[in-house]
């Protein structure tokens, strides 16, 4: 990455001691309006052995793309890469709101042997990955452009859109799940009502668009970032309305990076572990075929802190 680090601070910051953990393969997300735990599991694993599951994934991955091909091309053979491109050039001449244009990035993994990897990105900001045990980057790059036109295929459906149905079931679900007080969703102030005031400013939106959101806020958690500002007594509400409309971009990628350099400075071998557990929430997440631009960007921001500071 290669933005400048400089001393400019807006976001807050915490020591290293403090900083809030995340589990390997779990994704904190109602952790982020202090309804505790991790949200996500570790991969179909978790109820069907590995083999059965990644034969289950790459059965729907093919399915989803051979019915968009046959809607879009005819039947035979599609290229999946040039496929993912059109969906997405198709969404944005329909008027979807795509700010930095529709095109979709690639990145290889430096490997000089097999097994490759590939991330894709797609337009708004997610984030997979070649799903399978690929022996060229030609086919890694076809594996996650897979993975990826599939989930936005399904983004498309009604049923993962915020509605005013999913919002209410949505809210029963935390209240029940931590044991909220009756009017909790209707005050801000509270955990649920954070959960709640951020789904119905996001009503209409898909749940993908909806992850990209969630992304800046499970950073800024990871980071402490978040935790730094309760204790400077500034409000969930006005956290959320403030973060809702920022972007996560270099600068706030090298604001966080600085706050990790001065871990590691506090506690030697801060970022190496980091980097490990961020490792291991990818591989998880890769072959389960999940969106996984949270701890990609973990590790883009804990490798610019090392670029910053040289041999760790």
């Excluded at 983004?155 to 949505?170: G, L, M, Q, V, Y």
């Excluded at 350099?261 to 980091?274: N, P, V």
Aim: a positive charge.
């Amino acid at each position: 990455m290669a933005s400048r680090m400089h001393n400019k601070r807006n976001v807050p910051t915490m020591g290293a001691n403090a900083r809030g953990r995340i589990q390997p393969g779990g994704q904190q997300q109602m952790g982020l309006f202090g309804l505790g735990g991790t949200a996500g599991g570790t991969g179909p694993s978790t109820t069907m052995s590995d083999t059965k599951a990644k034969n289950v994934l790459k059965e729907a991955v093919d399915a989803v793309v051979n019915s968009f091909a046959k809607h879009t091309h005819g039947y035979g053979r599609v290229n999946v890469v040039e496929a993912l491109q059109e969906f997405w050039q198709m969404k944005a001449s329909r008027g979807a709101e795509l700010k930095n244009g529709a095109l979709v990035v690639y990145e290889s993994v430096p490997a000089s042997s097999p097994p490759y990897v590939c991330f894709v990105t797609l337009p708004g900001g997610s984030c997979f990955a070649s799903f399978q045990n690929c022996p060229t980057k030609a086919e890694a790059r076809r594996s996650a452009a897979k993975i990826a036109l599939m989930n936005s295929v399904f983004n498309e459906h009604p049923s993962r859109k915020i509605s005013d149905e999913f919002i209410e079931k949505a809210v029963v679900d935390a209240k029940s799940s931590f044991k909220g007080g009756p009017n909790d969703d209707h005050n801000p102030s509270t955990s649920i009502g954070a959960f709640r005031f951020m789904l119905d400013s996001n009503k209409g939106k898909s749940m993908l668009e909806f992850q990209e959101l969630m992304t800046v806020f499970q950073l800024l958690h990871w980071n402490g970032s978040l935790k730094a500002m309760r204790e400077r007594q500034c409000s969930r509400q006005e956290v959320l309305s403030h973060y809702s409309h920022r972007a996560l971009d270099d600068d706030m990628r090298s604001q966080m990076a600085l706050d990790w350099i001065s871990r590691e400075q506090e506690s030697s071998g801060a970022i190496m572990r980091e980097l490990e557990v961020s490792d291991h929430e990818i591989e998880a997440a890769r072959l389960a075929g999940r969106e996984l631009r949270f701890p990609k960007e973990k590790k883009d921001i804990l490798m610019l802190a090392c670029s910053q500071m040289g041999p760790i």
